[in-house]
């Protein structure tokens, strides 16, 4: 019996096979019911009792030896197979999940492409800006508050190097680099130093809108927004422009239109006052058409400042703004159906 064991213990350590129908044979011969293993321990049963404990021992090695091996050619036969199959070129391919477009983008795209419809062209600055372009050209007074620490991301202040505010820099660049007619908007992000909460957060997007040409009047400016609002919020919407305050125009207005929601009469989404701001607009201030190398005699324009995220929570319903940027699957997945 021990030389029995002796050879079945050679074969199956020698044994080697990539064919699963050896494999098979391999386990029916050894492993089987019928097999190898289990007739030896029946016959294992008729050893004489002072023989038993070296032949068992010899058994069970043979046994753990041959399932061993039996797992492991499995093992490799499996994974094999797997790499047969990722080099099959003629299996057809596996379908590529795209993603989905961002609510900002989506906002952003459906607001440029009416500007587009307008004439205006669409222009870019960099994010990390200077004092001149986010504060100085666009008439802020040295001591304006916007300037804080507290406000604006500072990386240095000699030379000083800063995070923009808003994109209105992009006007000044624009301004500085072509002559009137101007008519261009500039989709960007822009960053305050602010608490991050449901509400506000300290990068955001915004979209910039610049008119200069000779004789623009405020009129012009009116009814460019007006064509806006109908055509995104719909041809029922209504504005309403509030006068306000901003260093780089005069007059100055904030515009808001009427609530989407419940039509004017006063709901939740509008806090009861049936109007909804939207965007900072205003006549772009001599000043800064001076600053940028404009005649403020001969030249007039508008310019105006959308906020993106605000819009994209109101459109989509979405109640915190850090779930635009915490880039979770489950969320932006759900905006495929735009892209
Ligand atoms: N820059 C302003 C802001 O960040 C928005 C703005 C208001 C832009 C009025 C303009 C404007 O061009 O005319 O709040």
């Not at 952003?108 to 100085?136: A, C, Q, Y």
């Not at 009814?223 to 901003?246: M, N, V």
């Not at 260093?247 to 009469?265: L, Q, R, Y």
Request: one cysteine or more; proline letters at 4%; glycine letters at 6%.
């Amino acid at each position: 019996m021990l030389d029995i064991i002796a050879t079945l213990q050679a074969e199956a350590e020698t044994f080697q096979t990539l064919s699963a129908e050896e494999l098979e044979k391999f386990r029916i011969k050894f492993l089987g019911k019928k097999g190898e293993l289990t007739r030896l321990f029946d016959d294992f049963k008729a050893v004489p009792n002072d023989q038993k404990k070296v032949i068992g021992q010899k058994l069970n090695v043979l046994k753990q030896l041959a399932t061993a091996k039996y797992d492991e050619l499995k093992n490799t036969l499996d994974s094999s197979k797997h790499t047969i199959q990722l080099l099959d070129l003629s299996a057809p391919a596996e379908s590529y999940a795209a993603g989905s477009r961002h609510p900002v983008n989506i906002v952003m795209n459906d607001i440029i492409k009416i500007f587009n419809r307008l004439g205006f062209t669409i222009s870019d600055g960099p994010e990390i800006e200077d004092d001149w372009h986010v504060f100085s050209a666009l008439n802020f007074p040295p001591e304006h508050p916007a300037r804080d620490m507290q406000d604006t991301f500072f990386i240095s202040k000699t030379p000083d190097v800063l995070l923009r505010t808003h994109t209105s820099s992009v006007q000044v660049r624009t301004m500085e680099n072509q002559q009137p007619p101007i008519r261009t908007i500039s989709p960007g992000r822009v960053f305050r130093n602010e608490a991050i909460s449901l509400r506000s957060h300290c990068m955001f997007h915004q979209i910039e809108g610049l008119y200069i040409d000779k004789n623009v009047s405020f009129a012009d400016l009116k009814q460019t927004l007006l064509y806006f609002a109908k055509e995104y919020f719909g041809a029922d919407t209504k504005i309403r422009l509030r006068p306000s305050f901003f260093p780089f125009t005069e007059p100055s207005a904030e515009m808001d239109i009427s609530c989407s929601f419940c039509k004017g009469n006063g709901c939740a989404m509008c806090k009861y006052s049936g109007w909804i701001e939207i965007l900072g607009c205003g006549m772009v201030h001599p000043n800064v058409l001076e600053a940028s190398g404009i005649d403020s005699k001969v030249y007039t324009g508008y310019a105006f400042g959308i906020g993106i995220e605000r819009m994209a929570l109101r459109k989509f319903g979405i109640t915190d703004i850090r779930m635009l940027f915490e880039n979770d699957v489950r969320m932006l997945n759900q905006f495929s159906k735009f892209l």
